[in-house]
């Protein structure tokens, strides 16, 4: 039981280049997440998902794409990165949605954008 | 405006010592509280949570934390620290009972001292 593996830990970028970051979970949980860290501030939602085939926005949507084919998986795609995106990226993911569920993280993507 | 503030963005202590990290919400309602830790390279990991009830919530760890409704606050405690308690931690407030609703503290970054 790997529990919520993200790939990869560190990715340097230029401006407008594109990539995934890779999320995936073992523990058949309905409910994964992305949020990204920056300093002296807490982590902010991006964008969830609450089953296969569904996927929403949080608090930071713009710039990020996500899809979710399998319960397994929910990569996050930068179209085009942009230097604020420069961040700490957490995948997350619990049974269902609801608060009674713990949420477990991955251990993250450090992004550089140049 | 809603937010969760940690006040302190570092604290020392020795090993040994007692330790309180300190978390104040601004919310219209009782909000859900949560405490994370996130060791260095690592994704957060839930410490304890409260919803109702009794509001002195033990969590994993031998950390414990106390809601107090008329500070707002919701401070996380631990009577004797441990080295292996260095680490990140995070203050979280869930607006409703979703894991895609939570507001996240800044984090304060715990040094334990030999």
């Known amino acids: 039981n790997a529990g919520v593996t993200q790939t990869p830990k560190f990715q340097v970028l230029k401006t407008g280049q594109s990539m995934t970051l890779q999320c995936a979970q073992d523990m058949n949980h309905e409910y994964m997440s992305w949020y990204r860290q920056d300093p002296g501030m807490g982590l902010r939602l991006i964008h969830y998902?609450?089953?296969?085939?569904?996927?929403d926005q949080g608090e930071v949507p713009n710039g990020y794409n996500v899809s979710r084919s399998t319960t397994e998986d929910f990569p996050l795609r930068l179209l085009s990165a942009a230097p604020s995106q420069t961040s700490v990226y957490f995948c997350?993911?619990?049974?269902?949605?609801?608060?009674?569920?713990?949420?477990?993280f991955g251990p993250g993507t450090r992004l550089t954008v140049l | 405006a809603q937010s969760v503030t940690q006040p302190d963005i570092h604290i020392t202590v020795s090993e040994g010592a007692s330790l309180e990290l300190r978390c104040n919400y601004s919310y219209g309602a009782t909000p859900y509280l949560f405490w994370y830790v996130q060791s260095p390279g690592q994704g957060l990991q839930l410490l304890l949570k409260y919803f109702s009830g009794d509001t002195l919530v033990q969590g994993i760890k031998g950390f414990e934390a106390e809601f107090k409704r008329s500070q707002s606050s919701f401070n996380l405690r631990k009577p004797s620290v441990h080295w292996s308690d260095a680490a990140e931690y995070f203050c979280a407030v869930g607006l409703n009972y979703n894991n895609n609703d939570m507001r996240f503290g800044a984090g304060t970054r715990l040094t334990v001292k030999p």
């Open positions: 997350a993911s619990s049974l269902t949605s609801g608060g009674g569920d713990t949420q477990y």
């Open positions: 998902s609450v089953g296969a085939g569904i996927t």
